[in-house]
């Protein structure tokens, strides 16, 4: 029988170490649970939302008037295919940099630029996760799991969950709840090491392994993110601007030396980061219980005992400068609860 919690803090099962309470909370550890689940909340009429490492949300001062539903679904699996491919088919419920880890043990390529990276499987597959030139979509075979609308299951291939950046289908559409994610690796050496932190880091290896990208990458992430197991952090706070190429020459024209990447269809990604620290002198920046980092501005980060409200007073503010000064509008990539 599942057990059925109430009245549960959401606070200590976030990054942000922030969120009022959950009206009922349930911990998922296999697809019988969720069906469970479902017929509980079908029941009652509730809403569902599901929680993997609370690492990239934001939750209400408020809590969450409906279900929440702990996704705990585990189970790596590594299965060989042809011309120096592997499979490799996880649960949603696993830690992320967990399998990465044993991907880079195995020296499969492919997931090794994500090292670091708090959350769980399932979540990098519904925020399609990424860094350091890497998303998890480029990897991605499919998904599977349960609709919560009548309890069926669900597989979709890659082309169907409608990825772009930090963005798909199941960011769009909660009913789906994701079980397995199933993943393509190599065997042979297929690394994106043109990110210039990451370059220089491996500037001196002659024969670079995926240990050796995990590695540098790690120590990137330690030397400008917080550490979220001591620091209230969500990591980046908010998306890299894409903007119309067009736009961007005219950014250029008034400052010169503002970073840009090509992206397709006359579109430019510029960096969010360049333009607090260099624009919007907001590196640093500290209202209250609530900051920028001040390694990496991109990252909001609280400071203690900030509520939810804090949190998005500040980033309004934030939003409100950065428009201000360049023109650019620039979107949260953390979800709100």
């Known amino acids: 029988m599942l057990k059925i919690q109430e009245n549960i803090s959401l606070k200590d099962f976030t990054t942000f170490q922030i969120g009022g309470k959950a009206q009922y909370f349930v911990v998922a550890k296999t697809e019988e649970d969720l069906r469970e689940a479902f017929a509980f909340i079908k029941s009652r009429k509730l809403p569902l939302f599901t929680l993997g ?3 990239n949300i934001l939750v209400s001062d408020h809590g969450y008037n409906g279900l929440v539903i702990k996704n705990e679904i585990k189970g790596i699996k590594f299965i060989d295919q042809a011309n120096d491919k592997v499979i ?4 949603a419920g696993e830690s992320l940099d967990d399998v990465v880890a044993l991907s880079v043990i195995r020296n499969l390529s492919g997931l090794e630029n994500l090292s670091g990276i708090p959350g769980t499987v399932g979540g990098a597959a519904v925020q399609n996760a990424g ?4 998303e998890i979509k480029d990897h991605l075979v499919s998904v599977g799991g349960l609709n919560s609308d ?3 299951r669900f597989i979709f291939e890659n082309i169907d969950c409608q990825y772009s950046y930090r963005d798909s289908l199941f960011k769009k559409n909660k009913k789906f709840v994701i079980t397995t ?7 042979k050496p297929f690394f994106k090491t043109e990110y210039a932190g990451l370059k220089n880091k491996l500037a001196n290896i002659e024969k670079v392994q995926a240990s050796d990208i995990r590695k540098a990458v790690i120590q990137i992430r330690e030397d400008k993110l917080p550490d ?9 706070f ?12 005219k950014l250029i024209a008034v400052f010169p030396n503002l970073p840009g990447f090509p992206e397709t269809k006359g579109k430019t990604k510029v960096p969010l980061a360049w333009l607090l620290d260099n ?17 990496q501005p991109i990252v909001l980060v609280n400071l203690g005992q900030a509520s939810a409200k804090d949190i998005s007073d500040f980033a309004e503010k934030i939003i409100k400068i950065v428009k201000e000064k360049t023109g650019i509008e620039i979107m949260p990539e953390v979800e709100k609860i």
Do not use: D, M, Q
Not at 131 to 134: E, F, N, Q, R, T
Not at 228 to 236: E, F, I, L, M, N
Not at 279 to 295: A, M, Q, R, T
């Open 53 to 55: 490492g609370g690492s």
């Open 88 to 91: 490799l088919e996880c649960g």
């Open 131 to 134: 860094a350091y030139g890497v």
């Open 150 to 152: 009548n309890g069926k």
């Open 181 to 187: 994610v199933t993943l393509e690796l190599c065997k």
């Open 228 to 236: 979220w197991r001591k620091v209230g952090t969500a990591g980046s």
């Open 238 to 249: 908010f998306k890299n601007p894409i903007i119309t190429s067009e736009y961007y020459e």
């Open 279 to 295: 624009i919007c002198n907001l590196k640093g920046h500290k209202e209250g219980k609530v900051g920028l980092y001040e390694k």
